[in-house]
């Protein structure tokens, strides 16, 4: 910390690009909080689906309901299974930017589960968590009881990789808007001070 101190008084900038690049390097690792009602959108190419492990007790199957008819994926109890949609076959129902809506269909209650926000649900509640690993990966968790279960989100568990974005930020970018604000309140205490 003592370097530091100097560079703050030579250079606020410097003292800055090191504080960036400090937060940078911390956050590599850090992935931010699963969003309730996230969306996945279609950013063009193939979409690599990976079925990961769940802890139901039901059996569902994931399906794309934006697709027409509906396109089975797999099933929770497919653990380990890597799929791909095809661009071509994406492209028949959806343009870049249009929605992929993603859902289960749970065999032994038959309710449906779409991920978005609740109103899409018979029940009125999300059924999906979002959460925005970084690089492009997306892990994706569902709850498969009506009236919200034990609120879990881990009954069906789906790694997203490729085509797809969201407007969920991803850690990277939630860093870089924290060390902006905090630049902006360095500068504008250095000013006040220098008054």
């Known amino acids: 910390m003592s370097a530091i101190r100097p560079m703050l008084k030579k250079s606020p900038l410097v003292a800055a690009g090191v504080l960036?690049?400090?937060?940078?390097a911390a956050t590599a690792e850090v992935s931010a909080a699963p969003v309730l009602g996230g969306q996945l959108f279609w950013s063009g190419g193939d979409v690599t689906i990976?079925?990961?492990?769940?802890?139901?007790?039901?059996?569902?199957q994931l399906k794309l309901f934006s697709a027409d008819p509906d396109l089975?994926?797999?099933?929770?109890?497919?653990?380990?299974?890597i799929l791909t949609l095809g661009e071509f076959l994406i492209d028949l129902d959806h343009d870049i930017g249009d929605e992929l809506?993603?859902?289960i269909f749970v065999e032994e209650t038959s309710d449906v589960f779409l991920m978005g926000p609740?109103?899409?649900?018979?029940d009125g509640l999300a059924h999906a968590t979002l959460?925005?690993?970084?690089?492009?990966k997306f892990r994706v968790g569902f709850e498969d009881i009506l009236g919200g279960g034990d609120r879990d989100y881990d009954d069906n568990v789906f790694l997203f990789e490729g085509?797809?974005?969201?407007?969920?930020?991803?850690?990277?970018?939630?860093a870089l808007f924290g060390l902006g604000l905090g630049l902006v309140g360095f500068f504008r205490g250095r000013r006040k001070g220098s008054d």
């Open 163 to 174: 085509g797809v974005f969201t407007d969920v930020p991803e850690p990277g970018s939630l």
């Open 72 to 81: 089975f994926i797999a099933r929770n109890t497919d653990v380990g299974a």
């Open 131 to 136: 959460d925005s690993l970084g690089g492009g």
């Open 20 to 24: 960036a690049m400090s937060l940078l």
């Open 118 to 122: 609740g109103s899409r649900n018979g």
């Open 101 to 103: 809506l993603f859902g």
């Open 50 to 60: 990976t079925v990961e492990p769940a802890t139901a007790g039901l059996t569902s």
